[in-house]
């Protein structure tokens, strides 16, 4: 099943629409798709499309949409993970595919006292994680927020479950025992942690310290297994 993301469509099924330039160019050029085929697509909002091709431009594709699937495979719960970005933006990259293939909503990257990397270029970004909501076919697609401020993200509303992976001598407790259900922010700190001053800050602010077990992990490692992990237990 191959999918194709779309503007948001405001007119009833069935409805003519025209493809973006990057679509438009994958559908003519790498899989020579023909006229009358049909395909799926969807606007990022949960919404699933079924269309055929009305005509062929490597620029403007037109295609009508015949069915739509509303909320598929919506998850009852939100997941948002605060991440600091890594000195490698690869292994951030990296990070972005996955979660976005495993099941996420939102993601912002948090910029903390040990951060070796404050600047990303969110239009890359945004790009991998579109490509990888085609390749597992999510209807939604995640949102990718701006990098904000240690401080600036504590401190602004999260009407969720609120929690911060910490690594300290006696172990707080585990994620999947803190976790109990519902929508939930975690946040994961740079490579060399997060201070002391900012987990006082955050734990002032209602984020319960947890633990992702007893290895260390690397960055992008420890918001896979809390990514993971969230999805897992929603699974019951």
């Known amino acids: 099943m191959e999918l194709y993301f779309i503007d948001p469509v405001f007119s009833p099924v069935p409805c003519p629409i025209t493809l973006g330039n990057d679509e438009s160019y994958h559908l003519v050029k790498v899989l020579r798709k023909r006229v009358g085929e049909k395909i799926n697509l969807s606007d990022g909002a949960g919404n699933l499309f079924e269309g055929k091709i009305l005509t062929l431009d490597p620029k403007a594709c037109s295609v009508m949409l015949t069915t739509v699937e509303r909320e598929f495979e919506k998850r009852r719960f939100k997941l948002h993970l605060a991440v600091a970005?890594?000195?490698n933006i690869a292994?951030?990259?990296w990070f972005l595919e996955k979660a976005t293939e495993i099941g996420i909503d939102e993601i912002s990257p948090l910029i903390c006292e040990h951060s070796e990397r404050v600047q990303i270029r969110t239009e890359r970004l945004q790009k991998?994680?579109?490509s990888?909501?085609?390749q597992s076919i999510?209807?939604?697609l995640p949102k990718l927020n701006d990098p904000v401020r240690f401080a600036d993200f504590v401190k602004s509303n999260h009407p969720t479950s609120k929690f911060v992976a910490y690594i300290e001598e006696q172990q707080p407790v585990h994620l999947k025992s803190a976790y109990q259900q519902g929508d939930c922010t975690i946040m994961i700190g740079p490579e060399g942690d997060f201070s002391k001053k900012e987990m006082e800050v955050a734990i002032r602010d209602h984020f319960k310290p947890i633990s992702l077990g007893p290895s260390r992990l690397r960055t992008e490692t420890a918001a896979i297994v809390a990514c993971h992990i969230i999805n897992l237990l929603n699974e019951k």
């Open 138 to 140: 999510k209807a939604y």
């Open 91 to 93: 292994r951030f990259e």
């Open 128 to 130: 991998i994680i579109l």
């Open 132 to 134: 990888a909501a085609k």
């Open 85 to 87: 970005p890594t000195k």
